[in-house]
């Protein structure tokens, strides 16, 4: 059974900056990619970026320059630097992890909302 425990979310004006974090636990085998996506409402839930365990990471092209996803192998964790955000960037925000096993699982979500 896996965990994925995400945090960070919350609501921030335009032009600001939160941290996303998220930690997985439990029987968590050679992870390979971790990835963050979200979903806003009445829409269909989009990639927002990964990061495989060489390190290369891709992003969607609306958050590319904005966003930093990064991994702490050692603590089976994926962080996400949202920056100058805005409010089209209000969604719900998913952790997901694929094992080497195929293996994957989704976070619970962690509400981000962009509002003056």
């Known amino acids: 059974q896996v965990q994925l425990v995400e945090s960070g979310g919350g609501l921030v004006q335009p032009g600001g900056s939160l941290r996303l974090s998220c930690a997985a636990s439990?029987?968590?085998?050679?992870?390979?990619?971790m990835a963050w996506y979200r979903q806003a409402p009445g829409k269909e839930r989009e990639l927002v970026a990964r990061?495989?365990?060489?390190?290369?990471?891709n992003y969607a092209d609306s958050m590319k320059g904005r966003f930093t996803i990064s991994r702490d192998k050692a603590k089976n964790s994926v962080y996400l630097q949202m920056n100058s955000l805005k409010p089209e960037d209000t969604a719900v925000y998913y952790c997901?992890?694929?094992?080497?096993?195929?293996?994957?699982?989704w976070g619970q979500g962690t509400q981000v909302t962009v509002s003056s």
């Open positions: 439990g029987s968590i085998f050679n992870i390979r990619t």
């Open positions: 997901w992890i694929m094992m080497d096993t195929g293996f994957n699982s």
């Open positions: 990061i495989l365990s060489d390190g290369r990471t």
